[in-house]
């Protein structure tokens, strides 16, 4: 879970958007010599540089824009070279070489060799099998792991040596940092992975690191200023720095986008995003979401230690037909706008690779759910509510996180489609922290005290993390609906060690069946980003994967490094109109700007209504006031 | 809210009524400031009383009609919100929602703070100290972020899920128990000093001479005396309980299934309605708002100056 | 001598810190979701020794009272408050500092600017009572004060920043903004400044009027200040010399009463303006469920104001001999 649902929490949560929007009037107080910077925008924060530490998008963005990967990944997601130049794997797949470059230097002019990969691919192993067992919000170290990764060792000081426990081709997509050894040998496992540690290393700005940019000023809420490595062993990127800039929410982003105070931002609002089509200048993309939301259940029911509130939910058939009621196109379009895929399966269509639709999927179809339902025993009974086997009406409770606020627009519909059924729906918001307490099961001392809730999860560029949710081995664990399947965790062991592509499909297409078929969740949707960026000061936007692809906020860095200046390409003085060389007094002077015109009707009639409402509260004061006075006149004094 | 009644029969004992008035509602009325006040609340607490009537019952994602963020329309007036449903029905609603919470966090503010103050006042002593400790430290600390916190921890010992508490539900009666909780205090005051001034009164003397217990001479002889300045308190609390539940509900602890006017505004910003031109997601409630503490805060003035006699003497 | 009086006071004040610890030390116990559970988020891998761990790092495993309890007042004591959950390994403390300058320049100019504008529009409107300024000024007056922070920010956002274009909508400076000069380096902060600042004046200038006006009118009623004005003082003295020293001491008041109602526009106020102060950590932290930060913010914002009560006693205590007892 290389974005784990957390980061979901932060974004939408993220709150708070601003009324108005961004006129920054020309935003780079810009000198003719001033760097030329590429500012992103986003609405979640960045929380940390330790890079074992990252929770949020930008964390993540962040480390991978500093730090290399063993392997890095292309514009096709396909393996390419990152910290190492070229590898390869013995024919049983269980040993696994990797050639780092030679003469590579770290940012602070330190060389960059196989000692610095190694310490750290032995410092996940370490602290794996450590008391602790893991280090920070403990998302980096199972990429390592997946791969049964044994031991790690230099044959040469270019030369890294990685054996597993079982056969794999993942050790080319584990998301592990490279970190510079003489920083970070220095401090202990509690210092690194412990954020409360005497001595916690923060791993301040300037941050050593190996990647084409690498942070120099932290502002914590507010900003991060990212400047190019000299030391960069690929071709330099375009931009001399890079921005992260934190918004409160999407309206103040599109303003900012839309004056040129950004260059891109990230994970805009649906309708603001629709709004913005048609906008000089202005870019806009769709990521397909390498994730989904989903409605999960509380598979145990109410057996020993789980307090369900029937045992129906433990039923596959009453699951399979609840799916009936279930018209997920409609979510997409309300909750969504329309910005998504009705779900199926655990794994996303972003990979298209591992993807399967399912053969026989459920439309939405209530008279449909309503026979399924009687056929697997759950009759009406006299006063139209449906019962279950024990003879006891189902009333069922709906909950979801309160930072996923638009899940309560799903909820709504949920209780409208199950009412129809028989089945009422108690549907309410939980504090995130409490949900997580109540969703654990007897295995860690909990009451499983639920019935079915929504969340999400987000996905790697390989699809072991979203299908391992169903494992039994995850119960306890990231297994939230305690689902347990003997042939899905074979299955699951199976493509795990498969090194034959066409045998891992198969493995994985009856995963998806298996799914698909008992339903533990019911995958709602798969919701997409929605990007834009500006094409008048760079150009050069790749999408990463071409097909339903970011510029950049992908996997690596190969986005940043396609971006050519605007300037250079095409001279003509429309092109930046944010760069003009009176561009210094822009942001200084509070002057109604024309940058900040193109204000759009929409905006003028809030205007013009505002100003309206405004007069209309003004006449009504004063007309209060005047028949006042003539009715005070006589308390008057004087 | 006529006259304080005459207090039942103590054995015959002579009752001493304040100053006859004429009827607090009457006085009110007479005056610009409360009568513009008044006719403000009525119309709002007619929206609020018929909601169905007016608008029919509360659009849910499911029975809404209309498209998505509509600009006022003849069949929409107040346009639409991102689910279709319509603004003149939500905005009317949340009217409802909005002074319903108002209406029961001021009784419950009112209702702990008066208990408090007379029975502290009447009591005195170290209950009466300590009350009046606690009530200064409510006054001092900034409630607003006891609010916030306290909101989450009532809602995990109330629980919340739909089940519903005079029409509201529980989450936001949640909040109307916060807003009990951190307002109590200033009444608790203005309660007790008043009484502290009635009891050495001849009146309450007298009642305690025949032999009346402490219980009934704060229910017979002081509660009806103080009942003008309850009225005058609760208005003002009334004023303050929405802009709280407003404040709340926009830093997102309101309920999406019950909107409030609070609630929309949040909603409104989490669409992005300021910047997408759609005023009319957010302006009926943020007049609705302004437009209603602004009746009650009139009242409050028109009381204010017919309560407190030395602007009324001074002519 | 007034030292009992003061002596009194401090006592209050530091009674009332105590009761905030102790609140505090509750409120967070009684935080929904178990600690560890919320310590340790969604994470992977959390097995029952790790969920004991985080037990037994937290002190969790042991009593409530006295352990958990002595340790927290140890901490507090020593301005230790914990660390942010969110921003991982920063001391609550230092996050807390970071924000609390950009709320102090906000709100002390805020503050300042309403006494000033408040008390002259008080003054005047009383003085001309009936007046114009008096009627449109005290019908402006209880319309700010009947508007909540938020929605006057937002009407001025609309107006000023999204509508004309004169004034940048968030955050205190362009970020990472390179400035040729100081006078650039002012004149964007000041930018960023104007809205905010209005706003909070704005919503706080209405109180102050209405305190003034009803002030100076009441002094105006008083004997010696009739028989001043009969025999021939200027009206301006009369009002220096009697009216705003009359007016002084329920504003000291005032301003301490409001500093409690001040920090929840502080917060709504610096939300709609994204202003990196307290405000918008307060919901931040509410957000990401930063319990400590929260907590922390409670602490420090109670505390403020504590002081600043005492303060307004003290002061008053000077200003009018009579309370000195």
């Known amino acids: 879970m290389l974005q784990p649902p957390r980061i979901r929490a932060v974004r939408s949560i993220a709150v708070l958007a601003l009324v108005g929007g961004l006129l920054l009037p020309a935003a780079a107080p810009a000198a003719a010599a001033d760097p030329l910077i590429l500012r992103v925008g986003t609405d979640q924060k960045l929380e940390t540089l330790n890079p074992w530490h990252s929770v949020t998008v930008a964390d993540y963005e962040v480390f991978q824009l500093q730090y290399d990967l063993l392997v890095s990944f292309g514009q096709n997601l396909e393996p390419s070279p990152g910290f190492a130049d070229s590898w390869e794997s013995s024919d049983d797949a269980m040993t696994h070489t990797f050639h780092i470059r030679e003469g590579m230097k770290w940012s602070d002019g330190e060389p960059a060799t196989c000692e610095d990969a190694r310490w750290t691919y032995q410092f996940v192993l370490d602290v794996v099998a450590s008391e602790t067992g893991y280090v920070g919000s403990g998302y980096l170290e199972p990429y390592l792991t997946n791969t049964g990764a044994k031991t790690v060792t230099c044959s040469d000081a270019n030369t890294l040596v990685v054996e597993t426990e079982f056969p794999t081709t993942l050790l080319t997509q584990a998301y592990v940092p490279i970190l510079p050894k003489h920083i970070w040998s220095k401090y202990t496992q509690e210092q690194i992975g412990d954020a409360e540690a005497e001595g916690f290393f923060v791993n301040e700005p300037p941050v050593v690191g190996s990647g084409p940019y690498v942070a120099v000023e932290w502002e914590p809420g507010q900003f991060i200023r990212m400047a190019r490595n000299d030391n960069y062993w690929g071709k330099p990127g375009a931009p001399d720095e890079v921005i992260f800039q934190t918004f409160a929410g999407s309206d103040t982003m599109v303003q900012a986008l839309k004056s040129g105070a950004v260059d891109y931002i990230r994970g805009i609002s649906a309708d603001l995003w629709d709004a913005l089509a048609g906008e000089p200048d202005i870019a806009t993309v769709e990521g397909f979401s390498n994730g989904y939301s989903y409605l999960s259940w509380n598979t145990k029911g109410n057996s020993e230690g789980y307090n369900g509130s029937t045992s129906a939910l433990s039923d596959v058939a009453f699951r399979d037909a609840l799916g009936y009621a279930l018209d997920l196109d409609k979510l997409v379009d309300a909750t969504l706008a329309g910005h998504g895929v009705a779900g199926d399966s655990q794994v996303p269509p972003y990979h298209a690779k591992w993807y399967v639709k399912p053969a026989d999927r459920r439309t939405f179809d209530l008279a449909e759910a309503d026979r399924r339902l009687t056929a697997a025993g759950y009759t009406r009974n006299a006063a139209g509510n449906r019962v279950d086997k024990d003879g006891k009406e189902i009333n069922l409770r709906l909950t979801w996180p309160d930072s996923e606020e638009e899940m309560a627009t799903n909820a709504q519909f949920i209780q409208g489609w199950f009412k129809e059924l028989g089945i009422t729906v108690d549907a309410y918001v939980t504090e995130e922290g409490k949900l997580l307490s109540d969703l654990v099961g007897p295995g860690l001392d909990g009451t499983a005290d639920w019935d079915f809730y929504m969340w999400g999860w987000v996905g790697d560029p390989d699809p072991m993390s979203l299908l391992s949710f169903f494992t039994s081995f995850q119960i306890d664990n990231l297994n939230d609906s305690f689902y347990a399947n003997p042939r899905y965790d074979e299955l699951f062991e199976l493509q795990q060690r498969a090194t034959d592509e066409a045998q891992r499909h198969a493995y994985i297409e009856e995963m998806q069946e298996i799914f698909y078929r008992d339903s533990p969740y019911h995958v709602l949707y798969y919701d997409n980003v929605l990007d834009a960026y500006r094409t008048d000061k760079f150009v050069g936007w790749t999408n990463q994967p071409p097909e339903g692809g970011t510029p950049i906020f992908g996997y690596g860095y190969p986005g940043y490094l396609a971006l050519i200046d605007a300037a250079s390409v095409t001279p003509e003085p429309t092109a930046a109109p944010t760069e003009a060389p009176t561009a210094s007094e822009g942001a200084a002077t509070p002057a109604p700007s024309a940058d900040g015109g193109p204000a759009s009707g929409g905006d003028n009639t809030t205007i013009l209504l505002l100003a309206a409402v405004v007069a209309i509260v003004t006449v009504v004061v004063i007309g209060l006031l005047l028949s006042r006075r003539r009715g005070a006149g006589p308390v008057e004094d004087e | 809210m006529s006259a304080p009644a005459v207090p039942a029969g103590t054995g015959g004992a002579v009752v001493a009524r304040p100053r006859r008035q004429p009827g607090l509602l009457r006085q009110i009325l007479s005056r610009p400031d409360g009568l513009a006040g008044a006719v403000i609340l009525l119309a709002f607490s007619v929206l609020a009383l018929v909601p169905d009537i007016l608008t029919g019952p509360l659009q849910t994602a499911i029975t809404a009609t209309g498209p998505r963020l509509a600009p006022p329309s003849g069949a929409f007036p107040l346009g639409t919100d991102e689910l279709g449903r319509s603004m003149l029905n939500l905005t009317v609603h949340a009217t409802r929602i909005s002074m319903v919470i108002g209406l029961l966090a001021t009784l419950v503010t009112v209702l702990i703070g008066a208990v408090l103050g007379i029975v502290s006042g009447y009591v005195g002593g170290r209950f009466d100290a300590l009350v009046m400790r606690i009530a200064d430290f409510f006054l001092v600390i900034p409630t607003f972020v006891l609010a916030i916190i306290l909101t989450a921890i009532i809602r995990d010992v109330l629980g919340t899920g739909s089940r519903e508490l005079f029409g509201i539900r529980l989450s936001l009666i949640t909040i109307v128990v916060v807003i009990g909780i951190t307002s109590w205090s200033s009444t608790a005051r203005i309660i007790r000093s008043q009484t502290l001034s009635l009891k050495e009164r001849a009146f309450v003397d007298r009642a305690r001479v025949v032999g009346a217990g402490g219980g009934h001479i704060m229910r017979r002889h002081i509660l009806p005396n103080v009942t003008n300045l309850i009225v005058a308190n609760a208005v003002l609390t009334f004023a303050g309980a929405i802009l709280t539940e407003t404040t709340l509900s926009f830093v997102g602890l309101g309920d999406p299934f019950q909107p409030s006017w609070g609630q929309l505004l949040d909603a409104a910003r989490t669409v992005g309605a300021p910047g997408l031109g759609a005023w009319w997601y957010f302006v009926p409630a943020g007049v609705g708002i302004v437009l209603v503490v602004f009746a009650f805060t009139l009242l409050g003035s028109a009381l204010d100056a017919i309560l407190n006699p030395k602007l009324q003497s001074r002519r | 001598m007034g030292l ?10 530091i009674f009332t810190i105590v009761l905030i610890v102790l609140l505090n030390f509750l409120l967070f116990r009684a935080m929904p979701g178990s600690p560890e559970r919320i310590l340790l988020g969604r994470m992977p891998g959390v097995t029952p020794e790790i969920l004991q761990q985080t037990r037994e790092r937290w002190g969790l495993d042991r009593p409530l009272f006295p352990d958990q309890f002595v340790a927290y007042v140890a901490s507090t004591a020593q301005g230790d408050l914990g660390f942010s959950y969110s921003a991982r390994g920063r001391p609550v403390t230092d996050v807390l500092l970071q924000r609390l300058g950009p709320t102090l320049l906000l709100f002390g100019l805020g503050e300042v600017f309403a006494i000033v504008m408040g008390l002259a529009l008080g003054a005047y409107s009383g003085w001309k009572r009936g007046g114009v300024v008096d009627y449109v000024g005290n019908g402006v007056s209880l319309v700010l004060y009947s508007t909540p922070y938020f929605l006057l920010g937002m009407g001025l956002l609309l107006v000023f920043a ?76 009369v009002l220096r010399h009697h009216a705003l020293p009359n007016a002084m001491l329920p504003t000291v008041t005032l301003v301490a009463i409001n500093l409690g109602y001040v920090v929840a526009g502080a917060i709504t106020v610096e939300v709609v303006f994204n202003w990196p102060g307290l405000g918008t950590l307060t919901v931040d932290a509410l957000s990401s469920r930063d319990y400590p930060v929260l907590q922390g913010v409670f602490l420090l914002l109670s505390v403020a104001v504590v002081f600043a009560n005492l303060a307004a006693d003290l002061i008053y205590g000077v200003l009018d001999p009579r309370v000195r007892t």
């Open chain 3, 4 to 13: 009992q009086y003061t002596l009194r006071r401090v006592a209050t004040a």
């Open chain 3, 162 to 237: 999204t509508g004309l274009g004169w004034f940048p909508t968030f955050g205190m400076s362009t970020a990472g903004a390179t400035y040729a000069s100081l006078v650039d380096r002012l004149v964007d902060y000041g930018a960023h400044f104007v809205l905010p600042l209005a706003t909070v004046a704005l919503g706080l200038i209405g109180q102050y009027a209405i305190l003034m006006r009803s002030s100076v009118i009441e002094t105006l009623g008083e004997d010696y200040v009739t028989t001043a004005r009969a025999m021939g003082f200027r009206d301006g003295r």
